[in-house]
C-alpha cells in the first residue's frame, strides 16, 4: 500500500481485536478512509465494509481495497497488469512527465513516461468502474514504490532517492473476496447515510492537508492536468478544498457536529498526541454518547519523521523533536 501520513498499518491488530470483541457487529463503516487499510482488514474479517474518504485518490483505494470483489475482477486484472508491465513507451512524455519528472522531481523521467503512457491506456479503455480502480491503485502503488520523497508530496528529495532508479513495476493489489461499498463524502454527509453497528474514525488531527499532501495521486487518478502552484506543482485546488479537521478552531465544531449526525451503537475513534485536541478533550467529547473506553500504544513516528524535516529543496533544516508518539483507540457504546 502507499505511503500515507496517519496510516493505521500498526494499529490494525488492536482495531480487529476490539471490534470483534463486540456482538451484534456486522456491518462497519470507515469514515476516513486513506489507504484503506483499516476497511480491507475488517473485511478480510468477514465484516461487512463501507468506506468513505472525501478525496478522489482515497476513493480509488477504497473502492479497490473494499468495494471490488476479487473473485470476479482477479483474472482480468492481471491480465491488463502483465500488459502494463510490458508496454515500452518511447519518448519525452507529455505534461504528467514534464510537471513531475522536470519542473519538480518526483520521479525519474523514465519511469514519468510510462506512468503517464499506462494511465492513458486506462482512460482510453473505458473500464468497469472496480476493475478501473484496482488497475489505478495498482498504478498509484508502484508509483509510490519509485518516488523520490520522503513520503509526502510537499517536497522532493534534492537528490534522487535510490528506489527512484528501480523500473516501474506494477503488481496486483491484495484484494478480496465479497462486495464492500466506497463512498466519496464529507465525513458528516457520509455518517448521515451509513446504515452501519459501529463507525471507525480517523480523521486529520492537525493542520496537514492530504490533499496538499498527495496532490500527484489526485491527479493521476483524475488525470485532469489541472493548473499548478509553487516548486511542489500542487493542485491549485488544494487552495479551496479544506477540511475543517485540518483547522484548530474549526475541529471541535466539526467533531461536534460529526458526533451529532452518526447513530450507530458503537464508535471506534483513532487520535494521537500530536493533534490540536487533547484525548481529555476527546474523552469529554465522546462521553457525551455512551460509555468511552480508552486504550493506548506506543508507536514509531512516520518514516518522514525519522528521515528529519527538510525544506521545499530537500535540504535538512531543524530538528525532529521525537521519534515516538502515542496512538489512542477510544471505544463508544452503550453504558453498562
Ligand atoms: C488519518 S487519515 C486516515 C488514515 C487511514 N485510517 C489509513 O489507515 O490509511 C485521514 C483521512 O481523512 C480524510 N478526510 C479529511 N477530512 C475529511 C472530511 N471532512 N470528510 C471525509 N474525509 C476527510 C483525508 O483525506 C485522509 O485520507
Not at 294 to 312: K, M, Q, S, T, W
Amino acid at each position: 500500500m502507499i505511503k500515507y501520513l496517519g496510516s493505521k498499518r500498526l494499529l490494525i491488530p488492536q482495531i480487529l481485536e476490539v471490534v470483534n470483541g463486540l456482538t451484534g457487529v456486522t456491518r462497519v463503516g470507515d469514515l476516513f478512509s486513506g489507504t484503506a487499510r483499516v476497511g480491507h482488514a475488517l473485511k478480510g474479517a468477514g465484516y461487512e465494509v463501507v468506506a468513505n474518504d472525501h478525496n478522489t485518490y482515497s476513493h480509488m483505494l477504497a473502492r479497490c481495497y473494499v468495494a471490488a470483489d476479487a473473485r470476479s475482477l482477479t483474472e482480468e486484472a492481471s491480465r491488463w497488469i502483465s500488459e502494463f508491465n510490458t508496454m515500452d513507451p518511447r519518448g519525452k512524455g507529455g505534461w504528467f512527465t514534464e510537471v513531475y519528472c522536470r519542473e519538480a522531481r518526483y520521479f525519474q523521467p523514465d519511469n514519468g513516461v510510462r506512468i503517464e503512457a499506462i494511465r492513458q491506456r486506462i482512460a482510453d479503455a473505458d473500464l468497469a468502474p472496480d476493475l478501473e480502480a484496482v488497475l489505478l491503485v495498482s498504478l498509484m502503488e508502484a508509483a509510490d514504490r519509485v518516488d523520490s520523497t520522503t513520503g509526502v508530496q510537499m517536497a522532493y528529495l534534492k537528490s534522487w532517492a535510490a528506489r527512484s532508479a528501480n523500473r516501474l513495476e506494477l503488481r496486483l493489489p491484495r484484494i478480496l473476496p465479497g462486495q464492500g461499498e466506497a463512498m466519496q463524502m464529507d465525513a458528516e454527509a457520509a455518517a448521515r447515510q451509513m446504515d452501519v453497528d459501529l463507525i471507525y474514525l480517523d480523521p486529520p488531527y492537525n493542520q496537514h492537508s492530504y490533499l496538499g499532501n498527495y496532490h500527484i495521486w489526485e491527479t493521476l487518478v483524475l488525470w485532469d492536468e489541472p493548473e499548478v502552484y509553487g516548486i511542489a506543482r500542487k493542485r491549485i485546488d488544494c487552495k479551496e478544498r479544506k477540511s475543517a479537521f485540518n483547522s484548530k478552531p474549526g475541529i471541535r465544531p466539526a467533531f461536534e457536529r460529526l458526533l451529532a449526525a452518526i447513530d450507530t451503537p458503537w464508535l471506534l475513534l483513532s487520535f494521537n498526541n500530536e493533534g490540536y485536541l487533547s484525548p481529555e478533550d476527546l474523552g469529554q467529547l465522546l462521553s457525551s454518547r455512551g460509555e468511552v473506553r480508552n486504550f493506548d500504544f506506543d508507536h514509531p513516528r512516520y518514516v518522514g519523521a525519522r528521515i528529519g524535516i527538510h525544506n521545499l529543496k530537500g535540504e535538512k533544516v531543524g530538528k525532529v523533536s521525537h521519534l515516538r508518539n502515542r496512538e489512542h483507540l477510544f471505544l463508544v457504546g452503550p453504558r453498562r
